[in-house]
């Protein structure tokens, strides 16, 4: 396993490849409908586990709506949910991308960052999810299926990290190296004890 051409050295949680590929039910499962009827669609039209996971990403960043962005109050959690409601906060998608990957047999984790939750120390901080990645011929690398607006323009790449948000340590942010085979379980309460996603703006961990 390596690393190629990061702003950061990733820790793994695991030197077990195979804890990056299984399923974590209820949350993370690809033998549900709606994971399984999507990994079909992604594998008939690519062969190579690049671009498979390529067009994973392109899905969970594009298909899935983010919550905040819609204004909508609904919470997903599960990738099944998620994808069969079209939506869910940046969390929910990368269990989405997780699961799309791992039902592909591509090694996916989970990663943090600390962020300011409306672009000023006095809106406070929020944990900001997003993925790892490994394919044999680049190593690890990580992707943020949060979804695209105006000031954010995430890709696919397998060198030059292209995520959604640029760390401002000054500001406080902070970028975790962390590549956890499960999602944080801090995140995942927060997400099952909140009601409305609005509300879920504010009640988000603060820091792993």
């Given amino acids: ?35 399984k009827e999507t990994i079909a669609a992604i594998e008939a039209k690519a062969s190579t586990p690049r671009e498979r996971a390529r067009l994973a990403f392109e899905f969970a960043r594009d298909e899935i ?13 599960a990738a099944e ?9 940046c969390f929910a998608k990368s269990h989405v991308l997780a ?7 591509i090694p996916a984790g989970f990663c943090y960052q600390r962020v300011l939750r409306k672009g000023t120390v006095e809106s406070g901080y929020a944990l900001h999810g997003l993925n790892a990645v490994y394919l044999e011929d680049a ?17 696919f790449s397998t060198e030059e990290e292209k995520l959604a948000y640029p760390i401002r340590e000054e500001l406080g942010e902070f970028d975790y190296p962390h590549v956890l085979t499960e999602p944080l379980l801090s995140v995942v309460r ?13 009640d988000r961990p603060e820091s792993m």
Avoid at 190 to 202: P, S, V
Wanted: hydrophobic letters at 35%.
């Fill in 1 to 35: 396993m390596g690393w190629r051409l990061s702003a950061m050295k990733l820790q793994l949680e695991s030197d077990r490849i195979e804890d990056y590929l299984g399923e974590i039910p209820p949350i993370i499962e690809f033998s549900t409908p709606k994971v």
């Fill in 65 to 77: 709506s983010h919550s905040f962005d819609t204004n909508s109050e609904k919470v997903t959690i």
């Fill in 81 to 89: 949910d998620a994808i069969a409601q079209k939506e869910g906060i």
């Fill in 99 to 105: 699961a799309l990957l791992r039902g592909m047999n």
């Fill in 139 to 155: 190593g690890w690398f990580r992707l943020d299926p949060r979804g695209n607006k105006p000031g954010v323009d995430s890709q």
């Fill in 190 to 202: 927060a997400m099952r004890e909140t009601e409305n996603c609005k509300t879920l703006f504010f």
